[in-house]
């Protein structure tokens, strides 16, 4: 009897869990638009009701993934680069601040995530490094990514809020001209209600939001080793074999 009692009390608080959660998910993604004037004003509302910096942490991802567009002819143009003249030609494919265009790629994506957590009192990091399949020696430059760290309750955890986006959020096309590139965000823009539309179907992929280190490891390798945040890193040459 006591057995059952337990079970239905686990299953009761992940119902609640589940719960706060989509509410959570929620608030991020339907922000009324007199609160998306500036970021300050929209962190401000984002996290107002929380005072718990998981719940903090969650709704700005959920806000990321649900406003933010990826940025694919930026990645096709910056592949399209050795990774030694990529630093050279920064300005060149930079398409501007993301908060203005809401589109980018993993830097950009990190580094928005970033400002907004320290604007809600949380601190946070962006972790460069390499992350993917197929990562060797040689062509470890095509698999460069950017992600987080947000400390929770005073521990570090992991958000990658470009793999968190799950649906239709990539934009496909060839290499362009940067006047293209302008002239594709223009017309995304003026299709707005289209995009919108495609961005409602998003859902957030939970694995990548407070991942373990254990986890984290087996598909992100950072720069600095201390943010494996494991207690015995491992070596490049493991993480590739």
């Known amino acids: 009897m006591i057995k059952k009692i337990s079970v239905f009390l686990l299953f009761f608080i992940s119902l609640i869990h589940i719960a706060c959660a989509s509410a959570v998910d929620n608030r991020g993604k339907n922000v009324p ?3 998306d004037t500036d970021m300050k004003t929209l962190v401000d509302y984002l996290v107002k009701p929380y005072t718990r910096d998981e719940d903090k942490a969650r709704v700005i991802l959920s806000w990321i993934v649900y406003h933010i567009d990826y940025d694919q002819y930026k990645l096709n143009t910056m592949m399209d680069y050795t990774p030694r003249l990529r630093a050279r030609k920064q300005n060149e494919i930079s398409t501007g601040d993301i908060w203005q265009t809401r589109i980018g790629v993993c830097d950009d994506i990190a580094e928005l995530y970033q400002r907004m957590a320290l604007m809600a009192g949380l601190d946070s990091v962006v972790i460069t490094g390499y992350a993917g399949n197929g990562v060797t020696d040689r062509n470890k430059g095509n698999f460069r990514h950017a992600w987080n760290a947000v400390k929770i309750d005073g521990k570090w955890e992991f958000v990658d809020p470009t793999w968190a986006m799950q649906g239709d959020y990539r934009e496909g096309g060839n290499i362009v001209s940067k006047r293209q590139h302008a002239r594709e ?8 209600t289209n ?3 495609k961005r409602s179907n998003r859902q957030i992929d939970d694995r990548w939001f407070m991942t373990k280190p254990q986890e984290m490891i087996k598909s992100h390798y950072p720069d600095d080793p201390k943010w494996q945040l494991l207690a015995r890193p491992r070596s490049f040459a493991s993480f590739i074999s």
Request: aromatic share 8%; hydrophobic share 20%.
């Open 185 to 192: 965000i223009e017309r995304r823009e003026s299709g707005l």
């Open 33 to 35: 638009s007199q609160y």
């Open 195 to 197: 995009v919108k539309k």
